[in-house]
């Protein structure tokens, strides 16, 4: 599949909660993010959502969607701009059960505060809050920022999961 993680989710995560997802454009890029214009991606990115419905709005409905195994999908958020482009992988996902949306904004604060970088788009993902982005930019490979994305969940006072992929063990983060 163009751009998104080969593989389902071998599990069900269930119910409502937030996501991060780790994103590696493997070449630079100018990508049209909706409104937001265009911009030039290249590197590891984290983008930060939250899944509090049920059905394609639940935790294993957004994943579904954003990993590419929901057929026909219309472009709607910001992230899905992104994750159309065929430089783009999705490199892995880490879920935390929660039933507020703070906790999406609390993470991606958290990000941006572990990894010292600035948003490399402002309002991506965030036009229904107050945060600058959902969108961070990270140093390093997959591997090494797998933890950072783990850490702010856990500074949000949650308990993180790991989706596997050829990436990532085949078991979940024990905490």
């Known amino acids: 599949m163009r751009g998104k993680m080969p593989c389902k989710p071998a599990y069900d995560f269930g119910g409502r909660g937030v996501y991060t997802i780790l994103i590696k454009v493997n070449a630079s890029a100018f990508i049209e993010v909706g409104k937001l214009g ?23 409905g957004r994943v579904s969607r954003h990993l590419g195994l929901r057929s026909q999908k ?19 996902v880490i879920t935390s059960i929660s039933e507020t949306k703070s906790k999406e904004c609390q993470i991606s604060k958290n990000i941006f505060n572990l990894a010292g970088s600035p948003p490399p788009v402002r309002k ?34 949650l308990k993180p999961i790991t989706v596997p992929n050829s990436r990532f063990p085949e078991s979940a983060v024990s905490l």
């Open 124 to 157: 991506f993902g965030a036009t229904d809050c107050s945060c600058e982005s959902h969108l961070a930019r990270l140093k390093g490979n997959p591997d090494r920022a797998v933890p950072t994305i783990v850490e702010a969940h856990i500074r949000a006072g």
């Open 38 to 60: 265009r911009f030039k991606f290249s590197g590891l990115y984290s983008y930060t959502g939250s899944a509090l419905g049920m059905g394609s709005s639940s935790l294993n």
């Open 74 to 92: 219309r472009l709607r958020w910001h992230i899905d701009y992104l994750l159309e482009n065929p430089l783009v992988r999705v490199e892995g």
